[in-house]
């Protein structure tokens, strides 16, 4: 999976948005699961937003409203809209996929992860 640079270079201000882009060249994105986690500094990876082989979205409360998860299977490329960002946002991304049809917000589950996006928020 290979994460690209968001506009902006992934700053951003308060109350703005930026979309993610995670592309995979291999198709795994469009068989079973994918998802979108987030890392702070001396945290473990968690869980934000998933979708599973049914099209079944699933948030975390954090992001929920201001988040939005999809995918394009003919272009192999899964994306994450983030809206209304605040500066706790500030984290480094990563998007995730797994031949699994519907896995839960558990990094050690996930196969294929691309290399990280860092994404700052300014008050």
């Known amino acids: 999976l290979v994460q690209s640079v968001p506009s902006g270079g992934g700053s951003v201000q308060s109350g703005g948005s930026l979309r993610l882009a995670c592309v995979d060249p291999?198709?795994?994105?469009?068989?079973?699961?994918v998802g979108w986690f987030r890392q702070f500094p001396g945290k473990e990876r968690e869980g934000i937003a998933t979708i599973d082989s049914n099209d079944i979205t699933n948030y975390d409360d954090s992001v929920k409203g201001r988040f939005t998860i999809s995918r394009d299977n003919a272009k192999g490329t899964l994306y994450l809209q983030m809206d209304k960002l605040k500066p706790e946002d500030t984290a480094m991304y990563l998007c995730?996929?797994?031949?699994?049809?519907?896995?839960?917000?558990?990094?050690?589950?996930?196969?294929?992860w691309g290399q990280g996006t860092q994404v700052t928020v300014s008050s």
């Open positions: 291999e198709r795994n994105i469009s068989r079973g699961s």
């Open positions: 995730a996929a797994d031949p699994s049809p519907r896995i839960p917000f558990r990094p050690h589950l996930w196969r294929y």
